[in-house]
C-alpha cells in the first residue's frame, strides 16, 4: 500500500459503535476492507492498461470512493438491487462480480461480462441484482425506480439502490423519478456520490442548494453522510435502506466523496482542481486507510493480515489481466446477437420477417 | 362477424392480455380514471383496479424509463403515449436504454414493454403533436415497430406485441380510432412482420402502413373502377421486423411500385423499401419505384393545408396513373 501509508483520522465519530457496524464480525469486516482494496487495484491495474492501449473508449475510475459502494451494496440482501451510472466498477465489485469478467469485458473480450458489448460504462450481472453500468447522465435513475416498482409490484420486501453521481442532480429524468418514487411511495433509495465535480464543474459552479434536501419539494426523507469512512457510510444507509425494503418508503441520500483521478482518463485533470486538494483527500480521507486504521486498532488485522490482503488483491487484479489478455475478441457474427430475445431464442420466435438489414 | 372499432380493438386486446397475464400492466396520462384521452382505455379501470391500469403524471421520461426497468424483473407495461409525438421526450429511455440494454449486457437483460399510442397528422393539432415516428425508431435496431391500418390488424397485432420478449413501439392513428372493422369474436393473435396483402391486384403495387393502406385501398377501388386499373395493396402492419417476402413477390407479380406513407420522405420507410426492392428485384421493374409522403416540411396547421400535406387517394391515383404511362 505504498500509496497509502500516511496517518488518517480514522474513525474518530464512533461510527463503528452504530448497531449495524457492532453486527459485523471480524471476518465480515476483513470481507469489507478486502473488497474496497480490490477495487482500488482493479483500477489501477485497468488504468495501466488504459495506458498501455488495451482498453478503448472511456475509463471512470472509482479511486477514493470505495467506501461508498462497498458500504452501501454491503447492507444489501437477496432481494435487493443496484444500478448505478458509468462509473461502475466498484459497484460491479461490490456486488460480486468476477474482477476476470470485467477486466475481460473493459479489453473488449468474448470472456467480458457483457461479452464485450458494453465497455467500462455498461457492467450488468442481473444474477447478482446488479442492473448496470449506464452511459447517459441520469439515464439509469428511471429505471431504478422501476425496479422498485416490480419489487412492490410483487409483493417483494426488497429495495433499490439507484446510485448517480452529483452531476446527475440537475437532470430531467431524476427529479421526474423522484416525483414518481415518492408518489409511488416505490421501495427506492436515491444515493448522490457526490465527488464534489460533474466533470470539470464544481457543485458550486452546477448545484443550486443542497442536493438531498431537493427531496423536502416531493415530501421524501433524505439524508447526507461522509463517505470516506465505511462505517459511517454503513450507519447511516442502514436506515434508509431498511425503511425502503421495510415499509416502501423512498429516500434520497447523498454520500460525500472524493475521486482521485480526473472525470475519466480523458481528463488531463488540470483545469478545475489544485493538485494539493487531491493530495490533501489522499492524505486525510483515504477510505482505504481509514478503515484500514479502524481494523488495525481493533485488532480485526494487523499489518502482516493486511499486506497479505493487498499482496493477493494485487495478484487477483494482475491475473484478471493476464486473463483479459489471453481472451479471444468477439467474431463478427456476434455483433448481431444480443440485440433481439427472439433472434437469440429461435425456437421460441413467433415474429417473422426481417429483423436486421444490409 | 361483428364490427368493432380500431379504438375497441385495441381495449379488447388490452383487456384479454390483462386477464391472461397478471404481469401486464396498463399505464401512461389519463389510462385509468378519465378512461383515456382518445377512450381507449375506457373501463379498463373498473374491470382490472388501480394495479393493473395505472395513472401516471405527465412526466414520459419518468414512466417510460420507470416502465423500462419493471419490465427488465418481468413486468410487462404497455404504456400509453397520448401521443406519439411525446416520445421525444423520453427518447433516451426510449432508443437508448430499451434498444441497448439487452445488447449492453450481452444478452443478460430483456425488456418486454410495448409503448403505443398514436401517431400520425391530419388532426389540425400543428406541428408538434403530428409527428410519424416510425422510420426513425425503426433505424434503432433493439427495437420492434408496428403500425396497424385495420381494428382486425390492432388487436392481433397488439396482443402478440404484448407477449414478445423484445420491447415493441406500436403506433395507432386517432383518424382511425372511430373506423368500423370486422373482428372476430374468438382469439386471434397476428404475428409480428408478417405484411397483408389487403388487395389483390396485377397492374402495380402500392405499398403502405398505417392509414396510408386505407388511402390506398380507396384510391385502388376507383383505380379499378375508374381507369381499369389493377393496383394490389400491400399492407406492411409491421415496418421492423419487415416482411421482405411478401414485397417481393408482389414487385415480381405486378412490376411498378408505389410507396406511400404519412411520414416524411427523407430517410422514411419508403427510402429503405425501394433500396432493398432495386437491390433484390431489379430486373423485374419496369418502371422507377415512385413514392408519396407527406409534403416535405413540419405538419401545418391550417385544416385545409394540412389534408393537401397528407397522402391521400388523389395523389395515389393520380401516381398510380403516371406510373403505368
Known amino acids: ?42 483500477e489501477e491495474r485497468s488504468l495501466r492498461a488504459y495506458q498501455a492501449k488495451k482498453i478503448g473508449g472511456f475509463l471512470h475510475l472509482y479511486n ?118 415518492a408518489l409511488w411511495q416505490l421501495p427506492v433509495v436515491f444515493v448522490i456520490e457526490n465527488n464534489g465535480y460533474s466533470m470539470g464543474t464544481s457543485q458550486a459552479r452546477s448545484s443550486a442548494g443542497e442536493l438531498s434536501k431537493r427531496a423536502e419539494g416531493y415530501d421524501m426523507d433524505w439524508g447526507i453522510c461522509g463517505g470516506h469512512d465505511i462505517y459511517e457510510v454503513r450507519a447511516c444507509m442502514a436506515k434508509f435502506v431498511a425503511q425502503a425494503r421495510d415499509r416502501s418508503k423512498p429516500a434520497i441520500v447523498e454520500i460525500d466523496t472524493y475521486r482521485y483521478r480526473g472525470h475519466s482518463v480523458a481528463d488531463p485533470d488540470n483545469t478545475y482542481r489544485t493538485k494539493a486538494e487531491v493530495e490533501e483527500y489522499r492524505r486525510s480521507k483515504d477510505p482505504i486507510q481509514i478503515f484500514r486504521n479502524a481494523l488495525l486498532a481493533e485488532g480485526v488485522l494487523d499489518e502482516i493480515g493486511a499486506t497479505a490482503i493487498d499482496a493477493a ?20 457474427a456476434d455483433i448481431t446477437k444480443d440485440v433481439y430475445w427472439e433472434e437469440d431464442n429461435p425456437s421460441e420466435k413467433q415474429s417473422r420477417g426481417r429483423i436486421f438489414f444490409g | ?55 401516471t403524471p405527465i412526466s414520459e421520461a419518468g414512466f417510460v424509463g420507470l416502465g423500462i426497468g419493471a419490465s ?101 392513428n386517432t383518424l382511425l380510432y372511430g373506423e368500423k372493422w370486422e373482428v372476430p369474436t374468438e382469439e386471434y393473435l397476428i404475428p409480428l412482420g408478417l405484411a397483408d396483402v389487403k388487395r389483390p391486384g396485377t397492374d402495380l403495387t402500392i405499398i403502405a402502413h398505417g392509414r396510408a393502406v386505407v388511402s390506398s385501398l380507396a384510391a385502388a377501388h376507383t383505380l379499378e373502377q375508374d381507369h381499369g386499373i389493377s393496383a394490389e395493396v400491400v399492407d406492411l402492419r409491421s415496418i421492423r421486423p419487415l416482411d421482405e417476402e411478401t414485397v417481393l413477390a408482389s414487385v415480381r407479380k405486378t412490376h411498378r411500385v408505389l410507396l406511400v406513407e404519412e411520414g416524411k420522405p427523407f430517410c422514411g420507410v419508403g427510402a429503405q423499401l425501394a433500396f432493398m426492392i432495386q437491390e433484390a428485384a431489379f430486373d423485374d421493374l419496369d418502371a422507377p419505384i415512385r413514392r408519396i409522403n407527406s409534403i416535405d416540411a413540419p405538419a401545418i396547421y391550417s385544416p385545409p393545408l394540412e389534408a393537401q400535406q397528407l397522402p391521400d387517394a388523389g395523389k395515389i391515383i393520380q401516381a398510380a396513373i403516371e406510373l403505368l404511362r
Open chain 1, 64 to 181: 477514493g470512493q470505495e467506501a461508498v459502494a462497498v458500504g452501501c451494496c454491503s447492507l444489501l440482501g437477496d432481494n435487493d438491487h443496484v444500478i448505478t451510472a458509468y462509473r461502475d466498477h466498484g459497484h460491479a465489485i461490490a456486488m460480486g462480480m468476477d474482477i476476470k469478467a470485467l477486466m475481460a469485458e473493459l479489453y473488449g473480450k468474448a470472456t467480458g461480462c457483457s461479452k464485450g458489448k458494453g465497455g467500462s460504462m455498461h457492467f450488468f450481472d442481473p444474477a447478482r441484482n446488479f442492473w448496470g453500468g449506464h452511459g447517459i447522465v441520469g439515464g439509469q435513475v428511471p429505471l431504478g425506480a422501476g425496479i422498485a416498482y416490480a419489487l412492490k409490484y410483487r409483493g417483494i420486501a426488497g429495495a433499490c439502490l439507484a446510485f448517480m453521481g452529483d452531476g446527475a442532480v440537475n437532470q430531467g429524468s431524476v427529479h421526474e423519478t423522484y416525483n414518481l418514487a
Open chain 2, 72 to 172: 427488465m424483473l418481468g413486468i410487462r407495461p404497455v404504456i400509453e403515449l397520448m401521443f406519439w409525438s411525446f416520445y421525444a421526450v423520453a427518447f433516451d429511455q426510449i432508443l437508448n436504454n430499451a434498444a441497448n440494454i439487452r445488447y449492453m449486457s450481452g444478452g443478460q437483460i430483456h425488456c418486454p414493454l410495448v409503448i403505443r399510442g398514436p401517431g400520425n397528422g391530419g388532426t389540425n393539432v400543428g406541428a408538434t403533436h403530428s409527428h410519424t415516428p416510425e422510420a426513425i425508431c425503426a433505424s434503432h435496431p433493439g427495437v420492434k415497430v408496428v403500425c396497424p391500418a385495420t381494428a382486425y390488424d390492432a388487436k392481433g397485432l397488439l396482443k402478440s406485441a404484448i407477449r414478445d420478449n423484445d420491447p415493441v413501439l406500436f403506433m395507432e
Open chain 1, 313 to 332: 488483491v494485487r495478484a487477483e487484479a494482475e491475473a484478471a489481466a493476464e486473463f483479459a489478455e489471453a481472451s479471444p475478441f468477439p467474431a463478427v
Open chain 2, 1 to 55: 362477424m361483428p364490427l368493432l372499432s380500431y379504438r375497441e380493438a385495441i381495449r379488447h386486446a388490452l383487456a384479454e392480455e390483462l386477464q391472461r397475464d397478471p404481469n401486464v400492466v396498463v399505464m401512461g396520462e389519463e389510462v385509468g380514471q378519465f378512461n383515456g384521452a382518445y377512450k381507449v382505455t375506457e373501463g379498463l379501470l373498473e374491470k382490472f383496479g388501480p394495479k393493473r391500469i395505472v395513472d
Open chain 1, 1 to 42: 500500500m505504498a500509496d497509502d501509508n500516511t496517518s488518517t483520522s480514522s474513525t474518530a465519530k464512533g461510527y463503528s459503535n452504530s448497531p449495524v457496524n457492532e453486527a459485523l464480525s471480524a471476518e465480515e469486516k476483513t470481507r469489507l476492507f478486502r473488497t474496497m482494496l480490490l477495487i482500488r487495484r482493479f
